[in-house]
């Protein structure tokens, strides 16, 4: 079966701009998490939905924002882009997030430049 | 406060030797999940193995085996008969119980196996 598909897988955006992000997760998979990941703060939880609701969030900026539809796929958005920002941004999709053995199974991610 | 800590940014592994990456943990809670991934160039995370805190024996899959000792928060992954395909990054991390749905993850460490 297809595994979580991550859209565009590159991206190069200008400070100041906003950026959207989308991530279509494992088919029957209703949770979708997101996670930053640069060199020098590693892998950051940014939020997790759940029946297009947000169970989970990280200490990320308000300008990190996200929502998950009815068919369980989700979107990140980035506002006011900073240098800062540039990144690999990374969805994992799981049944429910329950119970804790529930696997996450991420996909190959967005790699973000703001220049 | 939860915490994962990987101190091997870098090893080293003659092919088809076993190799031992280490991971200690911190948490408060009684219940959580441990996990390693593997992480190769193409930035894709790939689940390797699951170990629940309540879980009495270690888990194995295929040629890697976790080495949790709970009294000293630890949580080893121990690959036998390295390959050349598993040269990448490896991740530990943490999920606690009680309704949170985020990893927490170490710095990783890079392994490169030599031929």
């Known amino acids: 079966k297809a595994g979580v598909t991550q859209t565009p897988r590159y991206l190069i955006k200008t400070r100041g701009q906003q950026v959207t992000l989308s991530c279509s997760p494992i088919?029957?998979?209703?949770?979708v998490s997101w996670y930053q990941q640069t060199p020098g703060q590693g892998l950051q939880f940014l939020f997790e939905?759940?029946?297009?609701?947000?169970?989970n969030k990280g200490n990320f900026p308000g300008r990190f924002s996200g929502r998950q539809f009815s068919n369980s796929r989700s979107e990140m958005n980035v506002s006011t882009l900073e240098l800062g920002d540039s990144a690999l941004y990374l969805c994992a999709s799981s049944l429910e997030g329950r119970p804790l053995s529930d696997g996450y199974t991420f996909g190959s991610g967005t790699r973000l430049t703001v220049v | 406060a939860q915490k994962i800590t990987q101190t091997q940014p870098g090893m080293f592994v003659q092919e088809k030797e076993a190799v031992t990456l280490d991971c200690t943990y911190d948490?408060?809670?009684?219940?959580?999940?441990l996990f390693w991934y593997k992480q190769p160039s193409s930035g894709e995370m790939i689940f390797l193995i699951y170990?629940?805190?309540?879980?009495?024996q270690n888990a194995t899959e295929g040629r890697y085996s976790l080495n949790f000792q709970k009294a000293r928060k630890s949580a080893n992954l121990v690959i036998s008969a390295s390959q050349l395909g598993d040269s990448a990054m490896y991740f530990c991390a943490m999920r606690e119980g009680g309704g949170s749905y985020k990893l927490i993850f170490g710095s990783g460490t890079r392994l490169l196996v030599r031929p």
């Open positions: 948490t408060s809670d009684q219940s959580y999940g």
């Open positions: 088919s029957g998979h209703r949770s």
């Open positions: 939905y759940f029946s297009e609701t947000q169970r």
């Open positions: 170990q629940g805190s309540y879980d009495e």
